[in-house]
């Protein structure tokens, strides 16, 4: 649409004019690399990340896939340790390059009604810090509405002979699923509303298992490799699908991320087990950059 690509080239040329010119301090959080704070009370503030740049005001929503939880440094504003919110996600990467106004409120554990309406601890739904006067939006969410993390940290806990690992109810997650894109569409729909003007970019998940097999690490027996691809092949299409009838940018990152996952030679996501201060089947470093180029290249 013309429209949309004449806003698209404002919002590149804005920030071409200050790429190279910036310090984002908002990104050189003092939390060690440990993961020191990420079950602290600190109370959780509504703008987590705020910069002083004079690009175009980007807002980062989502969860702990867009947090980066354990990707060091911590951000320094507040409720960045509570949230396990990293100064090198992919938003904060982006904002570096592009030279954005970031206001970051992705937090881990996030669902979509975290965004919406509901609290997490003691920070606002994240949909607060959009504004008439966002440029940029950045969505990551719908993982944890049909536990697609959780049953297989579950899982991997169970058959590594953990204890309280609680359980997985495969029927619930099938439900969810159907209603998954619905919850995802409302997000985008409630942005829309805020920021008419905004560009909304939907950055689907990591690809966190391989097409076929398995691998040392990733403690998962055939049948449930088999219903954990199922999961994530239906959030994968829950993405292509909202966007498709919202207008919304969709980054693939899901397909982007295939050959890179957790068994893989190059992985862009930990292992069940991963070194020490690392998070499970969480996105790394190398994931965090190839989000964040993707997120670049569907701006341009």
Known sequence: MAADKTRRNALMACAALVVGALTLTACGGSASADGTGRG???EL???AAST?????DYVALGSSFAAGPSIPPVQSSGGAAACMRSGDNYASIVARDLGAN???VTCSGATTANILTTKQGSQQPQINAVTGATDLVTITIGGNDVDYLGSMVTYSCQNSGGTNCG???QGAINTALGTVGQKIENVVNAVKARAPQARILLVSYSTLLPDTGGC???PLTADQRIFERT???RLAQAYIDTANRTGATLVRFATASHGHDACSADPWVEKYQPATGRTSYHPNEAGMRAAA???KSALD
């Open 167 to 169: 359980s997985v109810d």
């Open 293 to 295: 180029s993707l997120v």
């Open 40 to 42: 602290a009370k600190a």
């Open 216 to 218: 040392t690490g990733v």
């Open 231 to 233: 999961v994530a092949t």
């Open 45 to 47: 503030a509504l703008t």
């Open 52 to 56: 002083t740049a004079a690009g175009p």
């Open 102 to 104: 970031l206001t970051d």
